[in-house]
């Protein structure tokens, strides 16, 4: 069993930053974020081997959003930067032992989920 804990949403306007950590209880082969809307279905925003720090983005992120991890803390961060209205959602860390790269993006594929931190980008 793996416990996750996220920390750092929050409101900001069009264009500002946010970062978000998210702590876990051991490590874990890979580890993602993933964003739901109300109404929508949840998306894979940013994944990474924690191990190779391979890195992989939606297209919708690309150039605008970091995924780190400090393996060291068992901790994964998400730099959220240039964020736009329509990247408002509750963000999910999650982690998994069994890791594939054609489906790193997927949520089927990680059993371990943290609770969620809003965020909100107002225009």
């Known amino acids: 069993q793996v416990q996750l804990v996220e920390s750092g949403g929050g409101s900001v306007q069009a264009g500002g930053s946010l970062r978000l950590s998210c702590a876990a209880s051991?490590?874990?082969?890979?580890m993602a974020w993933f964003r739901q809307a109300p109404g929508k279905e949840r998306e894979g925003v940013a994944a990474?081997?924690?191990?190779?720090?391979?890195?992989y983005y939606a297209d919708s992120v690309k150039g605008r959003f970091a995924i780190s991890r400090d393996n060291s803390k068992n901790t994964l961060f998400l730099q959220m930067n240039s964020l736009k209205p329509e990247d408002t959602a509750m963000y999910y860390c999650?982690?998994?032992?069994?890791?594939?790269?054609?489906?790193?993006?997927?949520?089927?594929?990680?059993?371990?989920w943290g609770q969620g931190t809003q965020v909100t980008v107002s225009s």
């Open positions: 051991r490590y874990t082969t890979c």
């Open positions: 990474i081997f924690t191990g190779s720090g391979n890195t």
């Open positions: 999650a982690a998994s032992s069994l890791c594939r790269s054609t489906q790193i993006l997927r949520p089927f594929g990680y059993p371990y």
